[in-house]
């Protein structure tokens, strides 16, 4: 449950080969290509291998979606071609070319009959217009002191073209609104006509040839415009219908094809970034090293002539650029590694934190927002947003983890909406039991600082930073100092004394102190690291920022209490408003949607904000400790076109 262990792979083999592995390991989904001349150290043999960047898969597959899109029919699913042939780039390029040339002659005709229709539309708005105005054709056309024009153009435009015309000889009539788009008459003297088509084409005015239109009409000109405009409308219809009797005579050699095409896509998506020598294919990247051997058997069944080589990620040279950082955890904590990344993905060689993340952030959330009622809102909001895909799969999990946490926050609170008299609380009341509830905060601030730092001292343990482990602020110094600081701060506040001189424990304090500041040094001489000394006033600094920030991380968790009380009072501050106006007309009505709306802006608002909270405990107070960041997430090509979930 962390960082899966990744292995570099290399397959050099004859093109058709490289072909059929590529498609196993996009069925398998489980490998990330690399440019091969990241692998490639050597300048001369580099100078040899011929690239290619784009995909020419991707055109040919557009134009077979294009076949079910002019039919008006859903795209059909892919089957998946494991083992069969698939063609050359040569012959699916030929067979879809034979296809979309067909579909593209009628898709072609049917473009200029839906703009001949526009155009008839056109006309007859014209045309009613004219009869409303009781205007003749002839005497609309037959003028030389006036010039109409006829169209169409957005409604922002239509409102530039009124704010102009203000100032200039030209009168702009709407005719018809449809959609976003605004028909219009517009008149102007022939004097102007010049500046009018000028202003028209600056806010593209699309004007409709009316006057050709009906050139062949006789003096019934609207029987003539709805005659033609039906007879188009089924011309359109008929070729939308020859489209889809041919994809239905087809269709089993079209979606065999289609799935065809598909593969070869992403099988040239694995393949795009080869290196090629001749018909020689060199393929490069990453994929987890418990897949090595599944990999090999493929080669030595299917591509007998196929080289691979594998590299572990111990022997990398440095020149490829960081391992990807595939996360492998239970369902309940694979949920919370969108949380890790909202941060940042951890480096290959890093402690993944989900499973800490998982638990505290639940923790903290129902710590914060204790209360049955709200929790189980916030589980049915989970679950109806992402039925509504509203929400992605993992955030919604979150969600609801989170709102299962502050149900069971609220049966220790004895909190149901905000009603602490309806059950006994099991551990304690906010409101009643205050100072427990922030020392209960601070211990469990203590213990997560603590954690981190004990992550912080096994991750140096496994990349033998000893210096770091031992003399650090964030290593064993760092911890010890920390907790005794913590008994001494106790000791204090509660005065109780410890059963060791508190003198004694703050000689410890100062020789620690002295420990961290002077840990370099002390790993150069005592531990023989050669490590890049900082000058000493950035490492001054630096160690006062880590110890201050003991004491400010620490503090910061009291913002567990401060939450929880927050919560309480707003849940009593709805129940007070909502008891306030029951005496008043139609009182039980105001009263019920007081308590919804009061309760909705609670769960919304404050949960909001809680969430906020939650997360940066998470990023501040113990990411900070131990975790770096900065790597990049395993995104292997798929079947699906996508990131594989693993």
């Known amino acids: 449950m962390a960082v899966v262990e990744m292995s570099g792979l290399t397959v050099v083999g004859p093109r058709s080969e490289v072909v059929r592995i590529a498609r196993r390991l996009l069925v398998k989904g489980c490998f990330q290509p690399v440019p091969v001349d990241m692998v490639v150290a050597d300048r001369d043999i580099r100078s040899r291998l011929k690239t290619k960047g784009e995909n020419p898969w991707d055109e040919l597959l557009e134009e077979m979606r294009c076949v079910w899109k002019s039919a008006g029919r859903e795209i059909p699913e892919i089957r998946v071609y494991e083992r069969s042939e698939l063609p050359s780039y040569e012959e699916a390029s030929s067979r879809v070319e034979r296809i979309s040339r067909r579909l593209q002659i009628w898709a072609g005709r049917g473009k200029v009959l839906a703009s001949e229709e526009e155009e008839l539309e056109a006309a007859r708005i014209y045309v009613e217009a004219l009869q409303k ?219 993944d934190p989900s499973v800490f993340v998982a638990f505290t952030f639940c923790l903290f959330f129902g710590f914060m927002f204790g209360d049955v009622g709200h929790g189980l809102m916030i589980i049915a909001g989970a679950m109806f947003f992402e039925h509504k895909r509203l929400l992605s799969r993992s955030f919604a999990s979150v969600l609801r983890f989170a709102g299962l946490s502050s149900v069971l926050f609220g049966f220790l609170y004895g909190s149901i909406f905000g009603n602490e008299n309806l059950i006994n609380g099991i551990w304690l009341s906010p409101l009643e039991d205050m100072q427990t509830l922030i020392q209960s905060s601070l211990v469990l601030g203590i213990a997560v600082i603590s954690a981190g730092m004990i992550i912080n001292i096994s991750v140096r343990y496994r990349k033998k930073e000893f210096g770091k482990l031992f003399f650090d602020s964030s290593g064993v110094a760092g911890l010890v100092l920390y907790w005794l600081s913590v008994a001494l701060a106790w000791s204090a506040l509660a005065e109780r004394a410890l059963p060791v001189p508190s003198s004694l424990l703050i000689v410890f304090v100062l020789l620690l102190l002295g420990v961290i500041f002077f840990s370099d040094v002390l790993a150069i001489r005592l531990l023989k690291e050669k490590i890049e000394m900082e000058s000493p006033v950035v490492h001054v600094f630096h160690v006062l920022h880590s110890l201050l920030s003991f004491l400010s991380n620490t503090v910061s968790f009291v913002r567990l209490a401060a939450f929880a009380l927050n919560h309480v009072g707003l849940s009593l501050a709805v129940l007070m408003l909502s008891r306030m106006v029951t005496d008043l007309p139609g009182g039980s009505v105001i009263t019920w949607i007081i308590l919804i709306v009061g309760h909705l802006v609670i769960v919304t608002l404050e949960g909001l904000i809680v969430f906020i909270q939650t997360l940066r405990l998470e990023y501040y107070e113990f990411f900070s400790k131990f975790y770096t960041g900065g790597g990049n997430r395993f995104d292997p090509v798929t079947w699906e076109g996508g990131k594989k979930n693993r």
């Open 133 to 351: 105005s009781g205007i003749s054709g002839s005497d609309a056309f037959n003028t030389e002191i006036l010039k109409i024009f006829a169209g169409n153009l957005s409604e922002d435009n239509y409102e530039r073209l009124q704010e102009a015309s203000a100032e200039v000889p030209l009168i702009v009539f709407p005719l018809k609104k449809s959609g976003n788009t605004m028909w219009i008459i517009v008149i102007t003297v022939s004097g102007y006509l010049e500046g009018a088509e000028k202003l028209l084409d600056s806010v593209y005015f699309r004007n409709s040839p009316i006057e050709e239109v009906l050139k062949d009409a006789d003096s019934d000109w609207k029987s003539y415009l709805d005659t033609r405009i039906e007879k188009h409308k089924r011309a359109i219809s008929k070729l939308k219908e020859a489209a889809a009797n041919y994809l239905d005579k087809n269709n089993r050699d079209l979606e065999e094809l289609y799935s065809r095409v598909y593969c070869m896509k992403h099988v040239y998506d694995i393949c795009r970034r080869r290196g090629q020598v001749g018909d020689l294919f060199v393929v490069s990247g990453w994929l987890p090293l418990s897949e090595i051997e599944s990999v090999r058997k493929i080669v030595d069944e299917e591509a007998p002539e196929t080289i691979i080589i594998s590299e572990s990620t111990e022997k990398t040279r440095t020149d490829l650029g960081r391992i990807p950082v595939l996360l492998k955890n239970l369902p309940f904590v694979k949920d919370f590694q969108d949380v890790v990344a909202l941060y940042s993905m951890p480096l290959y060689n890093e402690s």
